[in-house]
């Protein structure tokens, strides 16, 4: 039976007693993407072609408001009844604590991964795109290179943090891998790849971040979630 939600309207589901995914391969739609095959939670993915702006088609913006990528679905959420959900970070922790998995049942350890999830989406995430914009797309043009320069040192200083934070930590948590890991590593992948920023934030400078990166993205939940939604 087809969930009661407008979005289905656009993007049949196959299977709709399946987490519906919305999202596309950018470094927050492959959030919910690798949580996703992390988890193992059964769930069906739609791509929605944000250069074709179908984030803002009537039936999307059923789901989300905000007209942004990821949003999902969930036919059985909290009490058994549907939930529709957008803005990773509350995807992550929404299936975190479905899954029982990546987010510690101790109280303050599960703060205090959620305090590095708010860190990726209040500063990390918003820097990075900000420094993307200025260095490799439309914002390369433009005469004035302060703001590209103030946004690199800006990612520059989350790289230390993160650096630092990672000196003795194998994780961002420790031993144990978590969505806070999985919040941050489409971002940085996608500094030093997509964005080809590494030289002008000086990567080589965060040893610890490196070894981090490479070890997240050898995981093979991490590999099949990033092409999750890029075809």
Known sequence: MTPDHPIFARWPAEHPGRIQ???APTPNGVKAGIMLEE???PYEPHRIDIMANESHDPAFLAL????????????????????ALFESGAILIYLADKSGQFLSADPAARYETIQWVMWQMGGVGPMFGQLGFFHKFAGREYEDKRPRDRYAAESARLLGVLDGRLANRHWV?????????????????????FYDAAEIVGFERFAHVQRWLDAGLARPGVQRGLEVTAT
Do not use: C, E, Q
């Not at 989300?64 to 939930?83: E, S």
């Not at 891998?177 to 996608?190: E, T």
């Open 173 to 193: 948590m420790g031993d144990d891998y978590s969505i806070a890991d999985i919040s941050l590593l489409g971002w940085v992948r996608n500094l030093t790849g």
């Open 39 to 41: 988890t193992g939670l």
């Open 64 to 83: 989300n408001p905000n007209g942004k990528i990821p949003a999902i679905y969930d036919p059985a959420g909290p009490g058994g009844k549907p939930l």
């Open 21 to 23: 995914l919305f999202s």
